[in-house]
């Protein structure tokens, strides 16, 4: 018999999908169009909403401004209802326009800092239209060649910057930082790593908090570590969920090192990251950040989301009393060995059986295949209108 535990945070957890991913989207060599691609936001929603239909498990949808810029937000929130899903994160963009050239927030002209940050302070009134609670954002900020801009004087306009976009915030809004190793900046990015988003996060409050890109890591990274440290200091919000086998490949997560996204989960459970209440301050929010170029669209998300679960279910199975015997007794194979036995279970029938128990198919895949979506999309929209990637 499954533990009750398991099943409870099974059925409770929420994996957020990123609008841009049901677009035409790819990599800087080329971009390959599908046919039946949504042609605006509200067509994004709808797609996302068959994900959510399918798996149970990602009842909210990202959004990119302005990728995903209307007239009227509070009528796409309205339309997102309508679908069966809610509009989640609201992520800023300062990196498509060519003022962004020397940076946004950290850029030597204060035109196009001012620029930048009013750029923000539009997206917290995009979330007080939608209800959003989180704010991300990503900076593509950095220098190229040693001398190019005063590397201190950037990390104080970053600073100022985030400072007045915090102020404005709500009572119940967040502000979630993203860090990145490096790209489009190669010398010196202003914010590569977890600790430069812990240190300017720590220091504007308890609503601002890290966002952890599994993808923008150097190689052989420890991720799970930065996740333990960070929940032990009450700073980890929100996970960005892909793969990468090189850089910032943005490909279906647990698809380059399933093992990882395992050891990762472990963490969250070990750190308390799935007791936290839904919708509350200290959240983790569990979010994909993937663009699929070669893959369907809707499908590579419903099994990005299967990988997630998957993953959660193995992490959820770890003998903890067990593990923490072994480490007591310094026994390291015995340790290592309870952490294995999780991760090699075959956790797919359970998942299986809790998507039946919920009146849903077992089999997310198959049933979006047999339902005729994807060929009635085709039908439907004429024409796709080409979206951009996420950070």
């Excluded at 989207?25 to 605006?40: E, H, L, M």
């Excluded at 796409?76 to 498509?96: E, Y």
């Excluded at 299967?306 to 026994?331: H, P, S, Y």
Aim: include cysteine; aromatic fraction near 10%; charged fraction near 25%.
């Amino acid at each position: 018999m499954t533990d009750p535990r398991v099943t409870e945070v099974l059925n409770s957890q929420h994996i957020e999908l990123p609008s841009w991913a049901f677009g035409n989207s790819g990599t800087r060599f080329k971009v390959f169009a599908q046919a039946g691609v949504p042609r605006d936001p509200y067509e994004k929603i709808a797609d996302a909403a068959q994900v959510h239909k399918y798996t149970g498990a990602a009842p909210t949808v990202a959004l990119h401004i302005p990728w995903d810029k209307v007239s009227d937000y509070a009528d796409l929130a309205r339309h997102a209802k309508d679908q069966g899903v809610a509009i989640g994160t609201i992520n800023s963009n300062v990196f498509q326009d060519d003022d962004y050239m020397l940076g946004s927030v950290t850029n030597p002209d204060p035109r196009v800092r001012r620029k930048a940050t009013d750029h923000l302070l539009e997206c917290v009134d995009v979330m007080d239209a939608t209800g959003s609670r989180d704010l991300k954002l990503w900076f593509s900020d950095g220098i190229n060649y040693p001398g190019q801009d005063d590397i201190r004087a950037r990390q104080d306009r970053l600073a100022e910057a985030l400072a007045e976009v915090y102020a404005r915030l709500g009572d119940h809004q967040r502000m979630l930082l993203e860090y990145k190793l490096f790209e489009p900046a190669f010398y010196a990015t202003d914010v590569p790593d977890w600790g430069t988003a812990y240190a300017h996060t720590l220091a504007l409050g308890e609503r601002a908090v890290v966002c952890v890109d599994t993808g923008h890591h150097a190689p052989s990274t420890n991720i799970e570590f930065i996740v333990a440290f960070l929940l032990r200091a009450n700073k980890l919000g929100a996970f960005d969920f892909n793969s990468r086998f090189y850089a910032d490949d943005d490909l279906m997560v647990g698809a380059a090192d399933p093992f990882q996204l395992f050891r990762i989960l472990f963490e969250v459970l070990r750190g308390g990251g799935f007791d936290r209440d839904p919708g509350a301050l200290d959240e983790i929010a569990f979010m994909l950040d993937q663009c699929h170029n070669i893959e369907p669209k809707i499908p590579g998300q419903i099994r990005s989301v299967m990988n997630v679960q998957e993953a959660t279910a193995k992490a959820l199975l770890v003998d903890r009393d067990a593990l923490a015997a072994a480490q007591a007794e310094g026994d390291v194979l015995g340790a290592n060995a309870v952490f294995m036995d999780a991760y090699n279970t075959d956790v797919r029938p359970m998942l299986a059986e809790l998507r039946a128990a919920k009146g849903r198919d077992p089999d997310p895949m198959a049933a979006y295949k047999r339902s005729g979506y994807a060929e009635q999309i085709v039908t439907d929209r004429v024409g796709g209108q080409q979206a951009g990637w996420g950070a």
